[in-house]
């Protein structure tokens, strides 16, 4: 098992910029990616980025150039950075832990953290 805990959500004014952290535990070793997703109230959770263990990113296309995931394997800790924040990037967002097997994918996910951008 795999446990994620999100911070670093908030409140910002459009424009501005959040960070967040996800720190993982537990069976890491056998983690292939993490990323982070979000959930706008009537939508469905949409990919935002992910980073693979070799450090491969991709980024949904509204949020490149102005997103930016990383890793620190020392802390086992993912961040996605948010520069230049809109009012439609206001979500509960989530971080995402995922391992490969022969024919499936584990996902295991955080509680998610809130981000507010007022206008």
């Known amino acids: 098992q795999v446990q994620l805990v999100e911070s670093g959500g908030g409140v910002v004014q459009a424009g501005g910029s959040l960070r967040l952290s996800c720190a993982a535990s537990?069976?890491?070793?056998?983690?292939?990616?993490m990323g982070w997703y979000r959930q706008a109230p009537g939508k469905q959770r949409e990919l935002v980025a992910t980073?693979?263990?070799?450090?491969?990113?991709n980024y949904q296309d509204s949020v490149r150039g102005r997103f930016t995931i990383s890793k620190d394997n020392a802390k086992n800790t993912v961040y996605l950075q948010m520069n230049s924040l809109k009012l439609e990037d206001a979500a509960v967002y989530y971080c995402?832990?995922?391992?490969?097997?022969?024919?499936?994918?584990?996902?295991?996910w955080g509680q998610g953290t809130q981000v507010t951008v007022s206008s």
């Open positions: 995402n832990a995922w391992r490969m097997r022969s024919y499936t994918r584990d996902d295991y």
């Open positions: 537990g069976s890491i070793s056998s983690i292939n990616g």
């Open positions: 980073i693979t263990n070799s450090g491969s990113t």
